[in-house]
Nanobody, 125 residues
Framework: QVQLLESGGGLVQAGTSLTLSCAAF????????LAWFRRAPGNEREFVAS????????FYADFVQGRFTISRDKARNTVYLQMNSLKPEDTGVYSC??????????????????WGKGTLVTVYS
């Protein structure tokens, strides 16, 4: 059983940066894909970025447009989401999720096997 714990959310001004962290506990990570999803108020959960734990291949949603970077630190069992040039429309609850035996593409929420509780990001103009 993999447990995920997000941190790093907060209230930030548009144009600034924020880094989210997702600490993973339990289980074996070599067969996992780790992803960030977000849910804006009134919207459905949407994919943001993902990374294959073993090979480090990354995938991004089109709206990221080079502003976000996902990375992982194997020594710390932690995945990061560096978010630059934040916009008010980036506001939402950001959740970390893990998929067993990922297929190497942008995952859907239904593909994920484990979820964290999320961390709130609020971007004001």
């Amino acid at each position: 059983q993999v447990q995920l714990l997000e941190s790093g959310g907060g209230l930030v001004q548009a144009g600034t940066s924020l880094t989210l962290s997702c600490a993973a506990f339990g289980g074996t990570f070599s067969n996992l894909g780790l992803a960030w999803f977000r849910r804006a108020p009134g919207n459905e959960r949407e994919f943001v970025a993902s990374i294959l734990w073993s090979g480090g291949m990354t995938f991004y949603a089109d709206f990221v447009q080079g502003r976000f970077t996902i990375s992982r630190d194997k020594a710390r069992n932690t995945v990061y989401l560096q978010m630059n040039s934040l916009k008010p429309e980036d506001t939402g609850v950001y959740s970390c999720a893990a998929e067993r035996y990922p297929l190497g593409r942008c995952p859907m929420p239904g593909d994920m096997d484990f979820w964290g509780k999320g961390t709130l990001v609020t971007v004001y103009s």
